[in-house]
């Protein structure tokens, strides 16, 4: 495979369509089989983005950790950032799902949610 051309395989669907990215000005998507494929093929070669799951250290609570992830997709560049503001990072319990554990994590205007509730255990 030349350096113009690099395969993925979408996400968007079920189907997981293998798709060929030809690249140049502008970037041509072949493989897919439905019009979220040649959006997502397209978004992949010119600016990935990826929604980040983790877990925090939570206290006072029945679990230890705390599923957590990004509300929406984060630049792929940045991901490494993100899992590095959350090392170390401790919440306290009780948390509902959906509140906001990290606001603007790594400066990306994402915030980093809870995934489940998690009540205080005395």
């Known amino acids: 495979m030349s350096d113009d051309v690099k395969e993925v395989l979408c996400v968007r669907c ?7 990215l030809l690249l140049g000005e ?6 897919h089989e439905c019009r979220l494929g040649e ?3 397209k978004k992949e070669a010119t600016d990935p983005e990826r929604v980040v799951p983790s877990t925090v250290k939570i206290m006072d609570a029945r679990w230890p950790r705390l599923p957590v ?6 630049p792929l560049v940045k991901v490494e950032e993100v899992i590095e503001e959350l090392r170390g990072l401790e919440v306290e319990a ?11 994590v790594a400066e990306t205007s994402v915030d980093m949610i809870a995934e489940r509730d998690m009540e205080r255990e005395a």
């Not at 502008?26 to 493989?31: H, M, Y």
Request: aromatic share 4%.
């Open 14 to 20: 079920p189907k997981g369509c293998r798709l060929k």
């Open 69 to 74: 992830r990004s509300e929406r997709a984060v």
């Open 26 to 31: 502008e970037v041509a998507v072949k493989g």
């Open 94 to 104: 009780p948390v509902k799902k959906g509140d906001v554990i990290v606001e603007n």
């Open 39 to 41: 959006e997502y093929g």
